[in-house]
């Protein structure tokens, strides 16, 4: 089965099952639960996409929490819009104050980043509860129910249905987003930022992208409190309820959909029953249920660091970590491999002619302080050509390729791509010129099926956005975009692995995945970094046939690599470096029996 059927066949049988409790004679106590349930997991859910999938940590949700319930309580009550005026302009609101902490809170990493957001959900905090305008403290109150189709939600019960759809909505564009050319980009940033501008994503936009859409999803669930409560004031919006919704998310399952909801659920439910039994058991009140339910949820994390929702998964067999035949266990196939019928070639750019000069290095020099890691280093690798660069460990042969590829900035120097100068541009803009490059250590994203990661390296090819992707008006583009990773995986020899995880495979093919993910750009050159590291001695023979096969259609190729027998017998031409400097150029067999190379690597000869 497909996995956009189970998809879409699972929330509407959860949609169903949900919403099937409002007519059946349930107390109205369970009715308020379900409700902010649903609530809770619409943060939650915002929290998984930019947290737990995305990779940053946010404890302000909660602000933005507020910032979609005062402005349809303000809305409402003083200005005499609708409730869905009131939500236009909460989302407007929401949209506009994420943009703008976002394009600053997004540039820290590290712990800087979660202490940035705590400061603007402090500050959002302590804003509402200042405001003249929002009565302070005291909030607004008086807010009216909403209409839909002219039947007034006055009551929980009469929410509960819209609540819920809302919430499989949400569910269901987050999971068509993460199926896309746009949620492949938000999954790269796990595998590091490197990797993910040298496959051509925007990490910075990407990033705000997810953010926005984040806090979105918290502001749609403080316009609906504000109108289930019928009255808002700061409190329910502070720096605590930014750390449960966290709490929720992580509990659930961080990197989960699902796990949003489930994590809403457990923390729901088990914060209600303990403030219940806790009193009668302890014989005195207060807030006992905050340290009991803290217990319980570490010794939970410690059971099941993952969360909550892998746990049921592994629970009812979803995932099988192994089949009868032993074979590996496939994931689902995404929305273009459902769709293959409707693949389309994608364009290819005109490789170089022949002969002619496509990366050209001038006395590139790079210095960090006092030391000189390149020393004025010039080369060039023709149209067609495999050019070697190769050095004992420290010549600087890894910084040289960082250089070259836009990782690192030259001190002095030029380099020279397709007759342009690109030093100083961006891993992203040497990608979108032709450039693609793969890692001496492997960076992948593991738990993504093989054919997604190479689907990441043909980023550029696409131009669907995000909606897009959540509307599934994506289908002919996505269908092209995995023909042609299928293709480049059929190059490696890594097509029968298309759906398995991409952390099950060996080191070696994982190399061979990399490079796989390269060709999908589709680039003129190709910086290969010690690509035959952990290959066996057949993988290394099937990599160079494949080597001399790119040659052959016009592919440049700048290869490091240590392994001095698989370099000999592939390269027209090697570039030798010590200490930072070139010392030989030649061919193969010449620099070979040179007596400079001869010292670099064995310390001389008597």
Same mark, same amino acid.
């Given at each position: ?55 940053? #940590? ?123 050319? #746009? ?6 940033? +796990? ?72 994590? &809403? ?59 009868? #035949? ?6 689902? &196939? ?102 693609? +490059? ?12 093989? !054919? ?22 994506? +289908? ?10 299928? &293709? ?11 759906? +398995? ?55 440049? !190729? ?39 190379? !001869? ?8």
């Amino acid at each position: 089965m497909t996995r956009l059927r189970p998809q879409r066949l699972g929330v509407a049988i959860w949609l169903a099952v949900m919403c099937t409790a409002v007519f059946l004679p349930v107390p109205e106590f369970w009715i308020t639960l379900a409700n902010y349930i649903g609530l809770y997991s619409l943060v939650a859910l915002g929290l998984v996409l930019l947290t737990g999938i995305a990779g940053m #940590t946010s404890f302000g949700q909660a602000a933005f929490v507020g910032l979609g319930a005062y402005a349809s309580a303000l809305v409402t009550t003083q200005y005499g819009g609708s409730p869905w005026v009131g939500l236009v302009a909460g989302i407007a609101l929401v949209v506009l104050a994420a943009g703008a902490l976002g394009a600053i809170t997004m540039r820290l990493s590290g712990h800087y980043l979660p202490l940035g957001t705590i400061a603007w959900g402090l500050s959002l905090f302590y804003l509402f509860g200042n405001l003249e305008l929002l009565k302070k403290f005291d909030g607004i109150t008086g807010i009216p129910p909403i209409n839909f189709l002219g039947v007034e939600l006055q009551s929980g019960r009469n929410l509960y249905l819209l609540i819920w759809v809302i919430v499989a909505l949400a569910v269901l564009a987050v999971l068509n987003l993460l199926d896309s050319r #746009t949620g492949r980009a938000i999954r790269a940033l +796990r595998g590091g930022l490197v990797m993910a501008e040298s496959c051509g994503v925007n990490t910075a936009r990407t990033k705000l992208l997810a953010f926005v859409l984040a806090a979105v999803l918290a502001g749609l669930s403080g316009w609906l409190y504000a109108h289930l409560q019928r009255a808002v004031n700061p409190t329910p919006f502070g720096l605590n309820a930014g750390i449960t919704y966290l709490f929720m998310a992580v509990v659930g399952g961080a990197g989960y959909v699902w796990g949003a909801l489930a994590g &809403a659920a457990l923390m729901t439910i088990l914060g209600d029953w303990l403030q219940n039994i806790l009193p009668k058991l302890l014989g005195q009140s207060g807030n006992f249920e905050v340290i009991v339910s803290g217990m319980l949820l570490i010794l939970l994390l410690q059971r099941a660091p993952g969360g909550l929702w892998p746990m049921v998964l592994r629970v009812v067999g979803m995932f099988k970590r192994g089949t009868a #035949t032993g074979e590996h266990p496939q994931l689902p &196939a995404p929305i273009g491999l459902q769709n293959a019928q409707l693949a389309q070639p994608l364009p290819r750019r005109p490789q170089a002619a022949a002969g002619s000069t496509v990366l050209d290095v001038r006395s590139a020099r790079k210095t960090f302080g006092g030391l000189v890691a390149v020393n004025d280093v010039s080369f060039s690798v023709n149209a067609g050509e495999i050019l070697g660069l190769i050095g004992p460990n420290g010549a600087g042969k890894s910084t040289m390729f960082n250089l070259v590829s836009g990782v690192l900035p030259l001190t002095s120097g030029e380099v020279h791509f397709a007759g342009e100068r690109i030093d100083g541009k961006t891993s992203r803009a040497l990608a979108r010129a032709g450039m693609a +490059r793969t890692f001496q250590h492997v960076r992948l994203l593991p738990a993504m099926s093989v !054919i997604e990661n190479v689907a990441i390296g043909a980023h550029l090819r696409g131009h669907r956005g995000w909606m897009a992707g959540v509307m599934r008006a994506n +289908r002919i583009e996505e269908a092209s975009i995995f023909a042609e990773a299928q &293709a480049q995986l059929d190059r490696v020899g890594l097509g029968a692995d298309a759906l +398995r995880e991409a952390g099950s495979l060996a080191l070696g093919q994982q190399r061979l995945l990399e490079i796989a993910r390269a060709l999908a750009g589709d680039p003129v050159v190709l910086l290969l970094d010690e690509p035959a590291a952990g290959l066996r001695h057949q993988e290394k023979l099937a990599l160079a046939a494949l080597l001399r096969d790119l040659r052959s259609q016009g592919v440049s !190729i700048l290869l490091v690599e240590h392994d001095m027998e698989f370099v000999m017998g592939l390269v027209d031409r090697l570039v030798v470096m010590d200490f930072g400097t070139r010392i030989v150029h030649g061919l193969p067999e010449a620099v070979r029996n040179n007596p400079a190379v !001869i010292e670099a690597y064995l310390g001389g000869v008597e």
